[in-house]
């Protein structure tokens, strides 16, 4: 018997010595990958963890990384960190319930606690409408704390601009931003004149019976807000000193700015509401562009009015000014009836939380928005269809040329989520683009890709709209599907097809 138990005693001892020794390897890891957090990882190791998912899956979320990864890229984003908050599906708020403002305190609160500070105008930015704020985040602890926490929608390192694609060969950043101020000469094949005295009417829109359409609209009593890099002062056609002029009267132009040129994150230092890309001029003059004798380039919705807002300082939104700035100028648009159609030929790879959120309200306002299939840049020129024009909740256009069928322009992007195409380039003559007002009176510019082809849509849709004033978003989108070439069905790379401008205002 005291054997027995002398050999149980000695198989008690074993089990709590290896019970030890896996309790302190458990430990050993832990402390090791505490450890381990303590460094983000680089860029270069970021940028890998984005490449694989969208080259695996054709998509990337925040989401999908560790806590880690995100706030790595925190660090390397200025610090600045994006929080949605409220339940799922809670993306804005135009009067803030109590719950809703504790949700926020509470999330506030761990901050505070977890950083070490107190809320200032220089750690938090609160954004109007959407439920979303911005923070200052040093501490790995934080995210961690924050990703448990109930009401957090998701976070977002909104702050990290330095992505880059590494499936190519040449790793590139995206400096190739769509801008350009200097005045082309036009071939005078590219357009033809029509009164009053040489108004010039671009090639392209024959190609979608835009003059024939004229015949019943001009898109008088529409307004279109415009998201881009704004209008240039230096083109008074655009501005209200030339806006009604010729052909063009009874309406107005605005310019607004959201995009804060600053780099201080919490800044409030906007940029002013003028264009200083030329990217915005060009879609500017697209959809609204005046009817007159100057021998300039006429717009497709000649008589329609014109919101403009320079919300970013080129096309691709990398930068947190741009992204807040989209977000603002979306929410502010939402809150005009008078604001019928938005167009954006701007965008990202994947989704942005506080652009997302911000369509999703301007929708909810019964606004059709239009946005760019995505045009290749240095950055974006092995991808599909970009944001925001991936969303349920805007018309996706892309470019196509003149030849005997579909085929994308020669920087165009297409996919699925593509609803119609514009002719804009011609079959192996990739100089042949849609001819626009230039930056500087007196100019005049080619502009191209899915951008010029999102605006000529816009264009159209003002067209219908302002020959059936009563109907509703949904009525207008189903009479564009109606009048393009493919419906009644949709094709995996190009939707509904080219629009008849015609057939659509008839």
């Not at 890891?29 to 983000?40: M, Y």
């Not at 954006?344 to 652009?355: F, V």
Request: with cysteine; net charge negative.
């Amino acid at each position: 018997m005291k054997t027995f138990h002398v050999k149980l005693a000695m198989l008690c001892l074993a089990f709590i010595f290896v019970q030890s020794c896996q309790d302190e390897e458990v430990f050993d890891n832990q402390t090791l990958q505490e450890e381990q957090a303590k460094e983000p990882l680089t860029v270069q190791e970021i940028n890998s963890i984005i490449t694989q998912s969208l080259e695996t899956t054709g998509d990337f979320d925040w989401s999908q990384v560790s806590a880690h990864t995100l706030w790595s890229a925190v660090k390397h984003g200025n610090n600045i960190l994006t929080i949605g908050y409220g339940q799922e599906g809670e993306f804005f708020s135009e009067v803030k319930s109590e719950r809703l403002k504790q949700n926020l305190e509470n999330i506030l609160q761990i901050v505070e606690a977890t950083e070490g500070y107190k809320r200032s105008e220089k750690t938090l930015v609160e954004h109007n409408i959407i439920n979303v704020v911005d923070v200052e985040v040093e501490n790995f602890e934080t995210i961690k704390r924050l990703l448990s926490t109930d009401g957090v929608r998701y976070l977002e390192p909104n702050g990290y601009n330095q992505y880059y694609t590494t499936s190519t060969s040449n790793q590139r950043s995206m400096s190739d931003s769509g801008c350009s101020k200097n005045g082309e000469t036009i071939n005078s094949a590219h357009y033809t004149t029509i009164a009053p005295n040489n108004a010039q009417v671009s090639w392209h829109f024959y190609e979608h019976n835009i003059p024939q359409a004229w015949n019943y609209s001009t898109g008088s009593g529409i307004t279109v807000g415009l998201i881009d890099t704004g209008v240039s002062q230096s083109q008074t056609l655009l501005n209200s000193s030339g806006f009604n002029d010729g052909y063009s009267n009874g309406r107005f132009v605005q310019k607004y700015g959201t995009f804060i040129d600053s780099s201080w994150w919490w800044s409030s230092n906007y940029d002013g509401p003028h264009d200083k890309c030329g990217h915005g001029t060009q879609m500017g003059s697209t959809i609204a562009a005046p009817r007159n004798d100057n021998g300039m380039p006429v717009g497709v919705a000649y008589n329609a009015n014109l919101v403009a807002y320079r919300a970013t300082e080129d096309v691709v939104l990398n930068d947190y000014h741009e992204r807040k700035g989209v977000s603002d100028a979306l929410t502010q648009l939402g809150n005009r009836s008078d604001v019928k159609i938005i167009s954006m030929s701007i965008g990202y790879p994947w989704s942005i939380g506080n652009i997302k959120d911000a369509v999703k309200y301007a929708y909810s306002k019964g606004k059709l928005i239009f946005a760019a299939g995505g045009t290749s840049t240095n950055f974006t020129n092995w991808y599909g269809v970009i944001f925001p024009a991936t969303m349920s909740e805007t018309v996706a256009v892309t470019g196509i040329t003149d030849g005997a069928y579909y085929e994308t322009c020669d920087v165009c992007h297409e996919g699925d989520k593509i609803d119609f195409t514009i002719v804009m380039e011609g079959d192996n003559n990739t100089s042949k683009h849609p001819p626009v007002l230039g930056f500087y009176n007196g100019q005049r510019q080619y502009t191209g890709g899915s951008s010029v082809a999102t605006a000529t849509t816009a264009g159209i849709a003002a067209l219908v709209w302002s020959r059936h004033p009563s109907w509703s978003r949904s009525q207008v989108l189903s009479k564009l599907k109606q009048s393009a070439h493919l419906y009644p069905n949709k094709h995996s790379s190009f939707g509904y097809g080219m629009i008849d401008a015609l057939q659509a205002v008839q």
